[in-house]
């Protein structure tokens, strides 16, 4: 077995201009290049050249044709990566139906909340059909009991069906192309309807020179699942409308050994990357115990950032430790995006690496102004960028009046990018979209001309008048030697007489007790010296784990309800009968 060509011999190179995802794949099946799989050793699986995958795609398409079911049905789809879900997804395309890509289990102990997050997935969608991986089929039979789902199971349930002589009926320009389930920070995860036209000009800007430079020698490397809309459309969906070659291995495969990862761009000669914060960390961390020797970065001339808030400090770790390995600083590339707006709406400069705002923290608590300041009293924020080409951000205040330079509010957004609205829900299509514009639910400044992003809006925690960011405080606490990046959550509540309480959730368990109370109270005196307010730290196990998104972002809403509800008390152990 053979990895596909990171180039083409014959083909012309088309940096985008498609009408919708079938004509691309129409026009990749040409080509040599295509998608390879990687197991967490490093040892190739499987290879999916897009020709193979056009022609997986037209079967797929015409056992679903004849089937019965009709244009506009939704199928949904465990994402795993493995070449089943390319095949169903496209296969999705050409029979008119739309695919939902949905996440895999959080965890260990996590079957009945998958089965219940599964079902409201399904019953949301409406979806018809369903497929899993044959690790999750009896998951997905469970959840799709009582739904409107025709049709569950692995994907030899599909296979059984078949394949009739029909018509193949793609999804054109103008259509819908699939739902995507945004990260809902701030509540269950939505549907959003992303449509051909959009999901074209989002990739279109993307690939451009205002975006990745995408040229025809590129090469990526990904671990990020498929139902992130960074991994679908950053690393399948923008793949495809570039006939370009990617090396993929699975989340899991990654949070195992995360060198793999590096492991993959060295071999490969790979140019282009992608991860939040966390993943950089993760690595970084990781090759604290382990050799590098051999290990040759210098072809990536692109390292994407995004999916969550920025950590400078990961970043700067995360170049220490690598600059020997050849990783060139200036790789780094900050964006910022969402789901509603496909994936993208800004992006940093190529080649320039991250920049950091510093602000003095005082002046952007009490007067929502980003000061710029140096000192023990500023706080770093990575920039993000400028919008992309047809697009248009503006920062507004609460009356809604734009702001200038410096002065943080809500940020809204308009373009050829912006969803339809939330599948199903008409509600929260208006609350978010009004006359063109996309509210984005996140906080923001300029800085000259270039976007900052402070947090989500609805995250923000206000005491005594003061607006505090969670993330100060997790930041601040995850700097304690006994935690790691990504332990803690700060969210508030609000007391009988109506007054915000600071609760921080860590997920940590000493075995010794005094232990665990050494550890509260260092985590509470963090606290305080963070933001200057007392807060109620809970100490929780670490298989319980912090509630996470499907795009793989800390969920602070649900870790306050599971806090409300009494889920972390004795850390998070089931209470005994």
Not at 150 to 160: E, N, R, T, V, W
Not at 351 to 367: A, E, N, Y
Not at 404 to 411: A, D, K
Not at 428 to 441: P, Y
Request: contains cysteine.
């Amino acid at each position: 077995m053979t990895p596909t060509p990171t180039r083409n011999a014959a083909l012309p190179y088309r940096r985008g201009g498609f009408g919708c995802l079938a004509e691309a794949l129409d026009y990749a099946a040409r080509s040599e290049t295509g998608m390879n799989f990687y197991d967490a050793r490093g040892r190739l699986t499987a290879v999916l050249p897009w020709r193979e995958a056009q022609a997986q795609a037209h079967i797929f398409a015409r056992r679903l044709i004849g089937a019965g079911f009709a244009v506009g049905d939704r199928l949904l789809i465990t994402a795993e990566t493995w070449p089943g879900c390319i095949t169903a997804f496209l296969g999705a395309q050409y029979a008119g139906l739309l695919p939902v890509p949905v996440a895999l289990p959080a965890g260990l102990g996590a079957r009945d909340a998958y089965i219940e997050q599964l079902r409201r997935q399904l019953t949301a969608s409406g979806a018809v059909a369903a497929l899993s991986v044959d690790s999750l089929a009896g998951y997905l039979a469970t959840a799709a009991e009582g739904t409107g789902v025709q049709l569950a199971g692995p994907m030899a349930a599909f296979d059984a069906l078949p394949e009739k002589p029909v018509d193949l009926r793609p999804l054109g320009p103008g259509q819908q192309c699939y739902l995507q389930f945004s990260s809902g920070s701030t509540r269950f995860p939505l549907g959003v309807d992303i449509r051909q036209a959009p999901l074209m000009a989002n990739i279109d800007a993307t690939l451009s020179p205002q975006g990745l430079d995408l040229r025809d020698d590129d090469r990526a490397v990904s671990w990020l699942p498929w139902y992130h809309d960074m991994g679908l459309i950053g690393f399948l969906l923008a793949a495809l409308c570039s006939q370009r070659s990617v090396d993929v291995m699975s989340s899991s495969d990654f949070a195992r050994r995360p060198l793999q990862w590096l492991t993959l761009i060295a071999q490969s000669r790979a140019t282009i990357t992608y991860s939040p914060s966390f993943g950089y960390d993760l690595a970084a961390r990781r090759a604290q115990t382990q050799s590098l020797e051999g290990l040759d970065l210098s072809s990536l001339r692109v390292a994407g950032i995004g999916g969550d808030m920025i950590q400078a400090p990961v970043l700067r770790r995360f170049i220490e430790t690598f600059a020997p390995a050849g990783f060139n600083r200036g790789a780094f590339l900050p964006c910022y995006g969402m789901a509603e707006m496909c994936v993208a709406l800004s992006f940093s400069e190529i080649d320039r690496g991250f920049m950091i705002d510093s602000v003095d923290r005082d002046s952007l608590v009490d007067k929502q102004i980003a000061a710029p300041a140096t000192g023990t009293n500023a706080r770093e924020f990575v920039i993000c960028g400028r919008p992309l080409p047809g697009h248009t951000v503006e920062i507004r205040d609460a009356a809604g009046k734009p702001l200038g330079e410096r002065h943080v509010g809500r940020i809204f957004a308009q373009g050829p990018s912006v969803m339809a609205g939330y599948f199903g829900e008409p509600e929260a299509s208006a609350a978010v979209l009004q006359d063109g514009w996309l509210d984005t639910g996140d906080l923001g400044y300029w800085c000259e001309g270039e976007i900052v992003v402070t947090g989500r809006a609805k995250d923000l925690i206000i005491v005594n008048g003061r607006n505090i960011w969670p993330q100060d405080i997790e930041w601040a606490v995850e700097a304690i030697a006994a935690l790691r990046r990504g332990d803690a959550c700060a969210f508030s509540v609000q007391d009988d007489d109506g007054a915000e309480r600071i609760i921080v959730v860590v997920q940590a368990w000493p075995a010794d007790a005094d232990a665990r109370a050494a550890l509260r109270d260092a985590i509470a005196q963090k606290v305080k010296e963070t933001v200057g307010v007392d807060g109620v730290v809970q100490l929780i196990l670490p298989s319980v784990g912090l509630p996470m998104t499907s795009s793989g972002k800390l969920s602070r809403s649900r870790a306050r309800t599971h806090w409300l509800a009494g889920a972390y008390e004795n850390g998070g152990r089931p209470s005994k009968p």
